[in-house]
């Protein structure tokens, strides 16, 4: 099955620097590759995703980079905000019946 | 997209007990739904594949007769967690694909199990 490695597992920057965090996942048949924010005890938010057609994609401050050949996508967040801290998940659909697997999470804390 | 109610939010059980925790989908059919467990500070880990009208799926390494799936209907998926212990206390997710539009994730049930 799929397999999704997410580095790195902390992150801690200053406010209005950039964030950037990787994925890799081992299934070249995966087609969805979705980014999102969880806070404490609440449902993870999708705040990007990308598809395999596409190489790039970008929402404001947010932006997220795909490369098919290696198996790598990255989650890029510029001019970063106190509230942008929160854990983030990338994730891949994999082959089979659509199921979405996660990586392992990367928790960003962001200094004011 | 959809619109994912689960239920409850939280539960507090005696050990020994089962617990049921349901996920509706209000606004779309759902064929296919799916249940997450994460544990504090870890990623969300798939338990199962809920399927309408036949058996769930399960991912290796989850009992399917301590966590009893039932996908009765198009809108309505239950996860049961069995004779409960401590080690079962987690986050409970369920999720709804909706083909090209990607997942609605239910808002999660916290189970305390005492």
């Known amino acids: 099955g799929e397999n999704v490695e997410q580095h790195p597992s902390t992150l801690s920057v200053q406010e209005g620097d950039s964030a950037v965090i990787k994925c890799t996942y081992s299934d070249s048949a995966s087609n969805y590759f979705p980014w999102y924010k969880q806070e404490l005890g609440k449902r993870p938010q999708l705040i990007i995703d990308i598809r395999s057609n596409v190489g790039e994609k970008k929402d404001q401050r947010i932006a997220v980079t795909l490369n098919k050949t290696a198996k790598h996508f990255s989650l890029h967040i510029t001019e970063t905000q106190p509230e942008d801290s929160a854990v983030y998940f990338c994730?891949?659909?994999?082959?089979?019946?659509?199921?979405?697997?996660f990586g392992g999470g990367t928790r960003v804390l962001v200094k004011p | 997209g959809a619109v994912v109610s689960q239920h409850p939010s939280w539960v507090i059980c005696k050990s020994g007990t089962s617990v049921k925790i349901e996920c509706r989908s209000l606004d779309f059919q759902a064929t296919t739904m799916f249940w997450y467990r994460q544990f504090p500070k870890q990623s969300l880990m798939l338990m199962a594949t809920?399927?309408?009208?036949?058996?769930?799926?399960?991912e290796q390494g989850v009992e399917k007769d301590k966590f009893l799936i039932n996908h009765a209907s198009l809108t309505l998926s239950t996860l049961t967690v069995t004779s409960a212990h401590p080690e079962d206390s987690s986050f409970y997710i369920c999720?709804?694909?909706?083909?090209?539009?990607?997942?609605?994730f239910g808002s999660g049930t916290r189970l305390t199990v005492v």
């Open positions: 809920s399927n309408e009208g036949s058996k769930a799926t399960y």
């Open positions: 994730a891949a659909d994999g082959a089979a019946g659509n199921k979405l697997t």
């Open positions: 999720s709804v694909p909706q083909g090209a539009g990607g997942y609605t």
